[in-house]
């Protein structure tokens, strides 16, 4: 048992290695309420400052590790006060897809030899040097572990709009995994210049990443079709990064249950934002072992759609102890909400999620 009180970053690193801990840490960089985020920091207005007032507001919170770093909108552009926009009458509006105008725009893309000859990797090198120094100066005494792009992507929903995508790979699976095999070649590219950073800065080799592939009722295509043209570009791109021992926590939205054993496969150790909502069960993913053999690394995992924005005080002090008692023997645990915390959610539910946490978590350990 440790007797001595640690800093937030020294308590982050015995917990991601599974060493003794004083108690179980907190994770923090989720919360979109500029208004609490001013209240606790004691400084403002917000908007004056935004960035420095949400991490001395995380500070003064007690918060351990630093998560991506998602910021409150500002008034101007929340959908609550604008007016919807007709994207079809814009004259910048995007092209009209359909599978097999994707299929097309995948045929022309470049072949991997081209991908190879055009990367730049040492403009990756020198800006997650950048990313990783500039973040944990601003960070102080809380861990930064941002969110970085290093997987082959999944989500190019975003770019062709969901049903032509979701088409094109259920019609033409053999011209899509050109996608894919180009994606994951990029990826493999940076998670290389990645993987030489770390090695040569002595970066913790902790990273935070993930595609949503999922909906709350499972994979968006039939996960054999995920085995056969996805996951392998997937572990290909991840391998530099589990050459020099980097531990990989991967974001997850929506039911991950089906492809579960597929990315703990590709080299995931750990995941974030798995939701009660979708039958993740805290306590079934806290018995699992990564590829390794070690337990996985958990961030997580009170509710954002029913705990913290509709629960009572009482109810997100049990949730907090649920969470706590779940997936917290043995280490690799960070108590966090399951994804971005927003204005509806009320101060006091989350203050004590944060104070109880700490209370909880320390009377757990000692």
Same mark, same amino acid.
């Not at 919360?31 to 609490?36: G, H, L, P, R, T």
């Not at 991490?55 to 604008?82: C, H, N």
């Not at 806290?286 to 009170?302: D, F």
């Given at each position: 048992?440790?007797?001595?009180?640690?800093?937030?970053?020294?308590?982050?690193?015995?917990?991601?290695?599974?060493?003794?801990?004083? =108690?179980?840490?907190?994770?923090? %960089?989720?919360?979109?309420?500029?208004?609490?985020?001013?209240?606790?920091a004691g400084m403002g207005?917000?908007? $004056?400052?935004?960035?420095?007032?949400?991490?001395?507001?995380?500070?003064?919170?007690?918060?351990?590790?630093?998560?991506? !770093?998602?910021?409150?909108? @500002?008034?101007?552009?929340?959908?609550?006060?604008?007016?919807?926009?007709?994207? $079809? @009458?814009?004259?910048?509006?995007?092209?009209?897809?359909?599978?097999?105008?994707?299929?097309?725009?995948?045929?022309?893309?470049?072949?991997?030899?081209?991908?190879?000859?055009?990367?730049?990797?040492?403009?990756?090198?020198?800006?997650?040097?950048?990313?990783? $120094?500039? %973040?944990? =100066?601003?960070?102080?005494?809380?861990l930064w572990v941002p969110?970085?792009?290093?997987?082959?992507?999944?989500?190019?929903?975003?770019?062709?709009?969901?049903?032509?995508?979701?088409?094109?790979?259920?019609?033409?699976?053999?011209?899509?995994?050109?996608?894919?095999?180009?994606?994951?070649?990029?990826?493999?590219?940076?998670?290389?210049?990645?993987?030489?950073?770390? =090695?040569? @800065?002595?970066?913790?080799?902790?990273?935070?990443?993930?595609?949503?592939?999922?909906?709350?009722?499972?994979?968006?295509?039939?996960?054999?079709?995920?085995?056969?043209?996805?996951?392998?570009?997937? @572990?290909?791109?991840?391998?530099?990064?589990?050459?020099?021992?980097?531990?990989?926590?991967?974001?997850?939205?929506?039911?991950?249950?089906?492809?579960?054993?597929?990315?703990?496969?590709?080299?995931?150790?750990?995941?974030?934002?798995?939701?009660?909502?979708?039958?993740?069960?805290?306590?079934?993913?806290?018995?699992?072992?990564?590829?390794?053999?070690?337990?996985?690394?958990?961030?997580?995992?009170?509710?954002?759609?029913?705990?913290?924005?509709?629960?009572?005080?009482?109810?997100?002090?049990?949730?907090?102890?649920?969470?706590?008692?779940?997936?917290?023997?043995?280490?690799? !645990?960070?108590?966090?909400?399951?994804?971005?915390?927003?204005?509806?959610?009320?101060?006091?539910?989350?203050?004590?999620?944060?104070?109880?946490?700490?209370?909880?978590?320390?009377?757990?350990?000692?």
């Amino acid at each position: 048992m440790l007797t001595r009180k640690l800093g937030g970053v020294e308590r982050s690193l015995r917990e991601l290695t599974f060493q003794e801990n004083d =108690r179980v840490p907190i994770g923090g %960089g989720f919360i979109c309420k500029a208004s609490f985020l001013e209240r606790v920091a004691g400084m403002g207005p917000f908007w $004056s400052n935004p960035r420095a007032i949400a991490i001395e507001a995380y500070r003064r919170l007690g918060t351990d590790l630093i998560i991506q !770093f998602v910021m409150p909108k @500002r008034p101007e552009d929340s959908t609550e006060s604008t007016t919807v926009t007709n994207f $079809s @009458r814009r004259k910048d509006a995007p092209p009209s897809y359909t599978a097999e105008t994707v299929v097309e725009y995948v045929s022309a893309l470049p072949s991997v030899g081209e991908i190879r000859r055009d990367f730049d990797s040492e403009a990756i090198y020198r800006d997650f040097i950048r990313v990783m $120094s500039d %973040g944990q =100066r601003e960070m102080g005494d809380m861990l930064w572990v941002p969110f970085y792009a290093m997987a082959c992507s999944f989500m190019w929903y975003s770019q062709f709009g969901f049903w032509p995508y979701l088409l094109a790979l259920a019609r033409y699976p053999d011209q899509m995994e050109k996608l894919f095999r180009n994606s994951g070649e990029q990826a493999r590219l940076r998670n290389k210049a990645i993987a030489r950073a770390i =090695r040569d @800065r002595n970066i913790p080799p902790f990273l935070y990443f993930g595609e949503d592939i999922c909906y709350n009722r499972g994979p968006m295509v039939p996960v054999k079709l995920l085995r056969e043209v996805y996951f392998p570009h997937l @572990r290909r791109a991840i391998e530099p990064l589990k050459d020099v021992g980097a531990n990989i926590i991967w974001h997850s939205d929506g039911n991950i249950l089906p492809i579960l054993p597929d990315l703990l496969d590709c080299g995931v150790d750990g995941f974030q934002g798995f939701q009660a909502e979708t039958d993740h069960r805290l306590e079934e993913l806290a018995a699992m072992k990564s590829r390794s053999g070690r337990k996985l690394i958990l961030w997580g995992s009170i509710s954002v759609s029913s705990t913290l924005p509709f629960g009572s005080t009482r109810d997100v002090r049990r949730e907090v102890e649920r969470c706590i008692d779940a997936a917290a023997d043995g280490g690799g !645990f960070f108590l966090t909400p399951s994804s971005s915390v927003g204005p509806e959610v009320p101060d006091e539910n989350l203050l004590t999620m944060y104070r109880h946490a700490i209370e909880y978590g320390t009377k757990l350990r000692s």
